[in-house]
């Protein structure tokens, strides 16, 4: 046996994923595994299934068929006795809370202020004591450099400061697993390293992160392995220095030449 298949299970496991909407098959058979404290990044062209990939994995979409885990546990199913159950809604909602999701809009409460966007879900969702609650959401957002933002409104912050509450927001839910799905594509270009800057501090405090994103240099430096979606199928993957640097694929070579 390898040390490889006698390491810890991972974290995500997604075996022959297909999903479709109507006729159109978005995800033709996904196979990828994630490691704990792995950090991989999903590149590929506008319209190849990253982010229907990651809604899957947190339960957003419904797979059609193959069969996606998370942590050992079956993605919308519940094991009773030796047969699968659909999960029930109060049931999805409890395994997406580990499940911590940053999208390309940051979708904030407009109407609270930033300290109370981090404390919103833990207090409502995981009926989490205030006190609590406030010192970790106090501390992530020294983490992200807003420290003085607390009680700013959202509209009062630049995108990049606003993208990093929605970071913190979701670390306050301290999740095993973080999405991001183009969560830099909206900023002005000079607001994107701020953001990347704290998803490397994430990466390097050992988070298990899907990245879908188009900025090779962030995928270069913080990946462990990149992998290149095309039309519902992964084409490639391998860590992250090959896959840039010598693509296999056709396709990889020329999508990384219109974006690099
Ligand atoms: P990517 O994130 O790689 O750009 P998406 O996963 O968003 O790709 O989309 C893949 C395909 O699935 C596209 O053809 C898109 O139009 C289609 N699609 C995504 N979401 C829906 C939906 N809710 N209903 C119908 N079609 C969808
Ligand atoms: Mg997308």
Same mark, same amino acid.
């Given at each position: 046996?390898?040390?490889?298949?006698?390491? #810890?299970?991972?974290?995500?496991?997604?075996?022959?994923?297909?999903?479709?909407?109507?006729?159109?098959?978005?995800?033709?058979?996904?196979?990828?595994? !994630?490691?704990?404290?792995?950090?991989?990044?999903?590149?590929?062209?506008?319209?190849?299934?990253?982010?229907?990939?990651?809604?899957?994995?947190?339960?957003?979409?419904?797979?059609?068929?193959?069969?996606?885990?998370?942590?050992?546990?079956?993605? @919308?199913?519940?094991?009773?006795?030796?047969?699968?159950?659909?999960?029930?809604?109060?049931?999805?909602? +409890?395994? *997406?809370?580990? !499940?911590?999701?940053?999208?390309?809009?940051?979708?904030?409460?407009?109407? $609270?202020?930033?300290?109370?966007?981090?404390?919103? +879900?833990? *207090?409502?969702?995981?009926?989490?004591?205030?006190?609590?609650?406030?010192?970790? &959401?106090?501390?992530?957002?020294?983490?992200?450099?807003?420290?003085?933002?607390?009680?700013?409104? #959202?509209?009062?912050?630049?995108? %990049?400061?606003?993208?990093?509450?929605?970071?913190?927001? &979701?670390?306050?839910?301290?999740?095993?697993?973080?999405?991001?799905?183009? /969560?830099?594509? &909206?900023? =002005?270009?000079?607001?994107?390293?701020?953001?990347?800057?704290?998803?490397? =501090?994430? +990466?390097?405090?050992?988070?298990? $992160?899907?990245?879908?994103?188009?900025?090779? %240099?962030?995928?270069?430096?913080? &990946?462990?392995?990149?992998?290149? $979606?095309?039309?519902? *199928?992964?084409?490639?993957? @391998?860590?992250?220095?090959?896959?840039?640097?010598? /693509?296999?694929?056709? *396709?990889?070579?020329?999508?990384?030449?219109?974006?690099?």
């Amino acid at each position: 046996m390898t040390t490889e298949t006698a390491g #810890p299970r991972p974290l995500v496991r997604a075996e022959g994923v297909r999903k479709s909407f109507g006729t159109n098959e978005v995800l033709k058979g996904i196979d990828l595994e !994630i490691r704990r404290g792995e950090v991989v990044c999903i590149i590929g062209a506008s319209g190849s299934g990253k982010s229907t990939f990651l809604r899957c994995v947190n339960h957003l979409e419904k797979i059609d068929g193959g069969l996606l885990r998370v942590e050992d546990r079956v993605v @919308g199913y519940r094991l009773k006795g030796r047969k699968l159950h659909e999960q029930s809604h109060n049931e999805i909602c +409890a395994d *997406r809370s580990d !499940i911590g999701m940053v999208f390309q809009h940051f979708n904030l409460f407009p109407h $609270m202020t930033v300290l109370e966007n981090l404390m919103e +879900a833990p *207090r409502r969702v995981l009926k989490q004591r205030k006190d609590e609650v406030r010192r970790r &959401a106090l501390g992530l957002l020294d983490k992200v450099g807003l420290a003085e933002k607390a009680q700013a409104y #959202p509209r009062h912050l630049s995108g %990049g400061q606003q993208q990093r509450v929605a970071i913190a927001r &979701a670390l306050c839910m301290e999740p095993k697993l973080m999405l991001f799905d183009e /969560p830099t594509s &909206a900023l =002005d270009p000079e607001l994107v390293g701020e953001v990347l800057r704290v998803m490397k =501090d994430l +990466a390097r405090s050992g988070m298990t $992160m899907i990245v879908v994103t188009h900025e090779m %240099g962030f995928a270069r430096d913080v &990946a462990d392995r990149v992998v290149f $979606m095309h039309g519902g *199928r992964i084409l490639e993957e @391998g860590p992250a220095e090959a896959v840039i640097n010598r /693509p296999q694929h056709e *396709r990889t070579r020329a999508f990384l030449s219109a974006v690099l």
